[in-house]
């Protein structure tokens, strides 16, 4: 048999056990690969290709990262898209990511059946195997990313079988088999060549580095099981964790350098529409953790604007929802706040800090202007300036407020990630050293053998997260402030925080007031009461360090904790995707009131039936956005 007979063969076979959406998927499949000649069909080329087109054009990035997971995962407000945070869906967006993603396994599992191939026929050459594990390897990152969208998806037909869709369990008990048995067929000692090396972007097939991701993520997907299947967890964990040999460096990270133009490595987040703002459950996360001043970390023009610790902000009740158990919910913080974690200020800009090169202004006026009116019913108005300021809007329907209220929906009065992650000169990031070891502090603080004590990785992993950054740690660690849901740094520090008196002033008037504010209720980890314990503070750092470039792990972890805590979206007017969150219920957290998933394309239904039935079987509830999936909380 011809190479090019064999690579046609493969790929047809790949297009059979694959559900994609439309003929012209089929017909990309069948064509494309025999187009190449025999010198350039090998292993490596499928393998690079498929990791360059999983970076995610324009296209997909923005429908996907953007649109879906970051404010699913709360690292962004839900002003751009309006969609996932209310438990709503585009059929379009997801289509996109579907068939994109199906595309990049393809890639992955071609290379597999060519390098097999080729050593069944001797044509290999010495690293093929190598090569194959890599493959392997990057294979299972990709389903799980599948599966943590969608849930079941097909595993024999990434194998060449008929394309049976799989429930989650079995997903991802063969995705922790797949990465055990790839990693420990890797031989390390093997040198790549300098031409080979160019053709993997993550790591340029220094394969110590590729058994060091594979380990991590044998972590990962382990622990993904903690809080359903506790013992295939713990057991799978402890195998991977005992071999210390995963990624504790910088260096050591999976990440893909970025390019400017428009193709699969320009930058996920570049798209200059986006507004992609603070959300306020990160804001609430940032302000007052760590306890490090804004005066310590912001120049002279600043100082006028940094506000007490005991300031609420100003009320204005007509202007602003008070319908969600937001803490932060009916204020304006009209300055910068006392102390905040010091992540903040690198990660979104401050408005009106127009002569930082790293503020995003990409949209003149609509980026720059920090004047905007609030009105009134009766017709009157009144200008406020957001220069300086620090605030984030709750998602949901915010009603006839929403129309009363021009700050809150403009991109020059509200943080927002900066210029930097807009202009593809980036590393997109995968998988960090800090993820490690949080992951190995959550272990410990379960009583799971670790080789990391849990205070040790939970300090280590912060440290991490602040190296990355090259901000300095200062007094961190020993922290005993409390954000704004209850929450310290200190490890040793895990005291409940009590109601405190906090001042504010009407917005319309002027006129001061004091109030007894307590910390909200995340009813959905120890029914809500607990805010400050270990397993908190590292979820919370995790979900901190995970920003901005894995939005989709944060949704994981709160999908599978119910950590941190995730306020729910405000509800003026009744949101129909989210018929339990009523006004007798907004200030109680629930499963029902967050989305836990992405629905299938409606390309899977129109086009196979049987293969769609066998999904929504397997997903053991409906396909709709709130199906949680088999790893994630099913209550309250």
């Not at 699913?72 to 751009?80: K, L």
């Not at 980026?367 to 406020?384: A, C, F, H, N, Q």
């Not at 490890?491 to 109601?499: G, I």
Request: contains cysteine; aromatic residues 12%.
């Amino acid at each position: 048999m011809t190479m090019k007979h064999l690579i046609k063969k493969s790929w047809v076979l790949a297009a059979m056990t694959l559900v994609l959406a439309s003929c012209k998927k089929f017909d990309e499949i069948n064509v494309n690969p025999t187009a190449a000649n025999e010198n350039q069909v090998q292993v490596e080329y499928f393998i690079n290709n498929s990791i360059i087109s999983a970076q995610m054009n324009p296209d997909v990035a923005e429908r996907s990262f953007v649109l879906y997971w970051k404010p699913a995962g709360r690292q962004a407000a839900d002003v751009d898209g309006g969609t996932i945070s209310v438990g709503s869906y585009n059929d379009g967006w997801t289509s996109a990511y579907y068939d994109q993603v199906s595309s990049w396994l393809n890639m992955a599992n071609t290379g597999i059946q060519i390098g097999q191939k080729q050593i069944s026929a001797g044509t290999s050459k010495p690293y093929t195997n190598n090569l194959i594990q890599v493959a392997r390897i990057w294979r299972a990152y990709l389903m799980s990313e599948m599966s943590d969208n969608f849930g079941p998806i097909p595993v024999k037909a990434f194998e060449g079988s008929n394309p049976d869709f799989s429930d989650v369990k079995t997903v991802y008990y063969y995705l922790l088999d797949e990465l055990k048995d790839a990693s420990s067929k890797l031989d390390v000692t093997m040198i790549p060549s300098d031409d080979l090396k160019k053709l993997d972007p993550a790591y340029a097939y220094n394969y110590a580095n590729w058994r060091k991701y594979a380990t991590s993520m044998r972590l990962r997907l382990a622990m993904r099981l903690s809080e359903v299947d506790a013992s295939k967890a713990r057991s799978e964990f402890q195998l991977a964790a005992a071999t210390q040999d995963y990624i504790t460096l910088k260096e050591q990270s999976f990440q893909v350098q970025e390019k400017d133009g428009w193709d699969a490595l320009t930058g996920v987040m570049t798209r200059s529409w986006d507004t992609q703002p603070l959300s306020a459950t990160m804001n609430n996360v940032f302000v007052g953790l760590g306890g490090i001043k804004s005066a310590d970390q912001l120049g002279a023009d600043f100082q006028v604007a940094i506000k007490p610790a005991d300031w609420l902000g100003q009320k204005y009740p007509v202007q602003f929802s008070t319908k969600t158990n937001d803490p932060q919910a009916g204020y304006w913080f009209n300055g910068l706040p006392f102390s905040i974690d010091p992540r903040a200020y690198v990660l979104f800009s401050i408005p009106g800090d127009l002569t930082n090169p790293n503020y995003p202004k990409q949209n003149s006026g609509y980026d720059t202007i920090t004047e905007r009116l609030l009105k009134s019913p009766d017709g009157s108005e009144k200008k406020v300036d957001a220069k300086y300021t620090w605030n984030a809007k709750t998602d949901g329907d915010w009603g006839s407020k929403d129309q009363l209220n021009q700050l809150v929906n403009y991109g020059g009065t509200m943080p927002r990630i900066n210029m930097q992650f807009r202009n593809s000169t980036q590393k997109r990031l995968f998988f960090g050293p800090w993820e490690t070891y949080f992951l190995l502090a959550e272990a410990a603080e379960k009583g799971w053998d670790s080789p990391v004590p849990a205070q040790t990785a939970y300090e280590t992993g912060i440290a991490k997260s602040f190296e990355y950054w090259g901000i300095p740690l200062r007094g961190y660690l020993a922290s005993e402030d409390y954000n704004r849901v209850g929450t310290s740094v200190s490890w040793a520090h895990t005291a409940e925080p009590v109601s405190r008196v906090m001042r504010y002033e009407d917005g319309m008037t002027g006129t001061a007031g004091t109030l007894t504010l307590d910390y909200p209720k995340n009813n959905l980890y120890k029914n809500g009461t607990v805010k400050n314990d270990h397993l908190t503070k590292i979820i919370t750092q995790k979900f901190i360090a995970q920003t901005p470039w894995l939005p989709l792990e944060t949704w994981n972890d709160h999908r599978r904790l119910g950590l941190p805590f995730f306020e729910n979206p405000v509800t003026e007017n009744p949101i129909q995707t989210l018929p339990a969150l009523t006004d007798a219920t907004y200030m109680n957290g629930s499963v029902k009131f967050l989305p836990q998933r992405l629905r299938y394309p409606s390309s899977l239904r129109n086009t196979n039936i049987n293969g769609y039935n066998q999904a929504v079987t397997a997903l053991s509830g409906p396909d709709e956005v709130l199906t949680p999936l088999w790893w994630a909380q099913k209550t309250p």
